[in-house]
């Protein structure tokens, strides 16, 4: 009896030291060679693999920027300049400061604002609804509210409002990795920058056709009047097809623009007080007068 | 103008769902339901009733509260398991031993991986065997009760056809066949006693096209050529075709269990082997494993297979080789 | 019983033929036609009209705008109103020129009589050119330029030219009444045809639900001089698929990828046909086409099978027909397996347009989506041989190599999965979006490999 024990016992140990024995002798003849500075990329990087970077997730990012010569292509908008700073320290490259960005939509037709006159029965997916025809609505270039955006989004940053049926980005939680950019097929989200303490001024509206056509189709709809190129002392719009674009680089967020637009296609978000359109025209009216004596 | 629905094509759909395909396979398994209430009276009856509430209990409670999804009860697939389940066990098992079946079958076997069209093992085997190798008295005890209509049932009370072969070898055994046991068999799970009424019901699925037939040919003929064989050569030893095929449930499991959607391959050609394999293991479990029946386990074993069969095999594609 | 149909897959829809005793009507003009730039497959066709032109039916108003493009003609009389875009009946701008009519006045050389020309001239250039000339596209479907799929490349030879009579979707009748009415103008078209492509074998296919239409073709042909079969085929969807078709007819299946000039095969319409026979006997472009008002919630009295002008809106139609029925819930252009939901009932009529279709909403609306059962039923419906529920869980694994490998690219996109589908997973709508992933990989692929042949080509003769 006890003979069968300790037979056992030895039996076992010698198999678990033979077994042992292989599996470091096959993990030896195939060790992989590979550059310890890749784990410490990995290491800093956010780890949400979302792909917003352009590469197939953070290892594929952390693998690209130690073999490149210098960070130029490697910008992971998620970590921002925090986690490309400590990147470059362990590369020993130097970074360029990158303005923190964040999505935002340009669609402001709300189910009050567009009436709908079809309904959709598919797979709720805003890309197949693209495919078939331009929408519930009688806006071609409005959000479709099937949520592709949503679906796309690993940082759970967007959600579909029932009441406007448009999708609403988190700030807080937005990366600005650009997944919903890429999925919206109507390309109606674009990163912009964040502004300072959050503040910017954007077109809600991508609809190219004439005035009255997109007045027709939804109310919030710019209608390429002009107005707020004419208004903007800052040469920060530029009107195109019949839709009006701020370039938030130039913009000043003096938000004369959106006091003066007719439709409220213009939003300013963020602004510690609500728009004073009365001192604004104003104001404008004043300058006009100054620049006419 | 009014608003009108805009969607891909196709525009119509045939008159099919889950739930219709679930109803016809409750339909076939019913005339088989019917003898075994008339063979086995309250007792069998109570043993289904049981079955199908706490199944669908079961499946309604966890879809509610744990996975706080909408309720698949409605496609009727929870009825078709607990029928299942029911037709497996003797005709005397006690309502506890049938609760606890449901709950493996319908908790463990289906809803833990992620409820219809999930699951890898068929839940009402699964439910099976759990109870097979937790209470084998119970579910060895072939007691016959007192049925509706009495068939002189007397010689045989106690152990099934198979458990026979034991007793009586394999030649007496096969004596025991008949033309009489098409009708009604003796002993054994509720649900096997009557040949008929089995094929009945997979004929008109077969017919409705609800399933297709190689899986179940291909386990018929497996298990006859294999019983041929082996009894060819040594009758003494080893049982007849005949016996074999309408013994110990291979009908039932062939018709109705091997035949799930779920846990079998999509393609013929899969289903052909997975019901050459199917009959395979049951006749080597049959003639030299320990038990006797064996139709479960192999069931079970091939639903192994499934996923790797889908993967090896795929029909044959327009204007491909 | 005929037996002879395609081999794989397949489903049988109930074939809801309800206009199917309904004569064929002469359509009135409306006030004002707009007829779309992007009426066929491949290039858009351009204006060659301005605005405030006084046009003729029949006249020229825009060129070819490619390779695979066709002409088109004015349908009617009248001035050219505008030249601008409108929504098609998806809702998308497409261009349009805007003709208000004016009388009824037709170009010259138009032969308007009905008198039947059975006498076909012998050069086939000519007759080509004059197919080309008046614009004629397939009617069944696709719209491709009908003289570009006559003019098979140099070292394909066409063994078999088949008429496509089968009219396979459901609720559908402009064939069959064609078939009926203009048998001996459809056959006289496909005369030409078996004679511009070189005298080939000729089958007219006509689905056995059908059988006035079988015996009209069969009793014509006797009268006739031509050797032109007529061939029952077993009812089954999508039989009027040009692959489907053909290995019905043939027992050849075109490859992945191929024409089906590769098996010898060339597929027409019966529709296509009779355009044939009006532009080369006639001299008349074509204008006119049969579209089917019909469905589910319309009453079979108020059915009908309408002679129009390409060019009319839908909605012209809709509203000489008696208006859109209580209860539709869906409107579709073609047929309810293959046809196009129509968002927008302005959208106007275009030379490939069959039908006005009311769905009810117990007959279209979809079921709620629920678990796959793995019951294969989609595979076994799928004419093309390909497994709907592996290509669905590819693409939302977003594997596009396995899409490839498993055939994606072959849809023909004929629903027969989702149709078939128990548990209303929507197979189709993502294995469309999976197909043109894919086609796209395989194009850019091709454009790759093409030109890196060339830069190696550049090299060597630089080398040289």
Known sequence: MTSTILWTIAILAGLGFLLALVLYLIAERFKVVEDPRIDEVEKVMPGANCGGCGFAGCRAFADSAVKAPNLDGHYCPVGGSEVMKKVADILGFAVEEKAPQVAVLRCNGTCAARPTVNYYDGVKSCKVKAALYSGDTACPFGCLGCGDCVEACQFGALHMDPETGLPVVDEEKCTACGACVKACPKALLELRNKGPRGMREFVACRNTDKGPVAKKACANACIGCGICVKTCTHEAITMENNIAYIDFAKCKLCRECEAMCPTGAIHGVNFPKPLDKAALKERIAKRKEESHE | MDKHIVSPNPHIHAPVSTRSLMLDVIIALCPAVVVSFLFYGWSEVMIMAVSIVSCVLLEWAITKWMLKAPSTVGDLSAVVTAILLAMNLPPVTPWWVVVIGAAVAIAVAKMSFGGIGQNIFNPAITGRVFLLLSF??????????????????????????????????????????????????????????????????????????????WITLSIFATVAVIAAIFHLADPESFTGPLFNLLTGGVILG????????????????GGVIFGFGIGLIVMMIRYFGSYPEGMSFAILIMNMAVPLLNMAFHQRKFGRK | ???????????????????????????????????????????????????????????????????????????????????????????????????????????????????????????????????????????????????????????????????????????????????????????????????????????IAIEENKPEAIKAVSDALKELPYKIEVLPLKKKYPQGGEKQLIAAVMGREVGSGALPISVGAVVQNVATSLAVYEAVQKNKPLLTNVLTVTGDCLPVEKQHNYLFRIGVPLSFIAEYAGGIPEGAAKLISGGPMMGRAIANLDATTVKGSSSILYLSEAATKRNAQTACIRCGRCSQACPMGLEPHLLYRLYEAGDYDGLEANAVQDCIECGCCLYSCPAYVPLL??????????????????????????????????NQ
């Open chain 2, 136 to 213: 084998p008295a119970i579910m060895t005890d072939w007691t016959l009760p007192q049925g509706f209509i009495n068939p002189h049932l007397d010689a045989f009370s106690g152990a099934t056809l198979l458990g026979q072969v034991n007793i009586l070898g394999a030649a007496q055994a096969d004596k025991l066949v008949g033309l009489q046991t098409l009708w009604h068999n003796i002993g054994g799970s509720a649900g096997e006693i009557s040949a008929i009424a089995l094929l009945a019901g997979w004929l008109y699925l077969v017919v409705r096209k609800v399933i297709r037939p």
């Open chain 3, 1 to 203: 019983m005929s037996k002879i149909t395609f081999k794989i897959g397949g489903v049988h829809p109930d074939d809801s033929k309800l206009s199917r005793g309904c004569a064929i009507e002469v359509l009135p003009l409306p006030e004002t036609v707009y007829v779309s730039m992007a009426q066929h497959l491949g290039a858009p066709a351009k204006p060659i009209v301005a605005v405030g032109d006084k046009v003729k039916a029949g006249q020229l108003i825009a060129e070819a705008g490619g390779f695979i493009s066709a002409v088109v003609h004015s349908p009617v009389s009248g001035t050219v109103k505008a030249i601008a875009p409108r929504a098609d009946l998806a809702g998308r701008p497409v261009m349009h020129v805007e003709i208000a009519v004016e009388g009824d006045e037709w170009a010259d050389g138009i032969d308007l009589s009905d008198t039947l020309v059975t006498e076909i001239p012998d050069d086939r250039a000519a007759m080509l050119k004059k197919i080309q000339d008046c614009g004629v596209v397939g009617l069944g479907g696709a719209t491709f330029p009908t003289h570009v799929k006559l003019n098979p490349a140099p070292g394909s030879v066409a063994e078999c030219l088949i008429l496509n009579g089968a009219e396979c979707e459901p609720y559908l009748t402009s064939d069959f009444r064609i078939l009926l009415e203009r048998t001996k103008e459809i056959i006289v078209g496909a005369a030409i045809m078996q004679k511009v492509l070189g005298g080939c074998r000729t089958v």
């Open chain 2, 254 to 269: 062939a018709c109705f269990m091997a035949t799930d959607y779920v846990t079998s391959p999509m393609s013929n050609l």
């Open chain 3, 429 to 462: 709508d993502q294995i469309r979006q999976a197909k043109g992933a894919v086609l796209g990989i395989i194009r850019a692929r091709a454009a790759a490999a093409k030109a890196a042949a060339e830069a190696a080509k550049s090299n060597e003769s630089k």
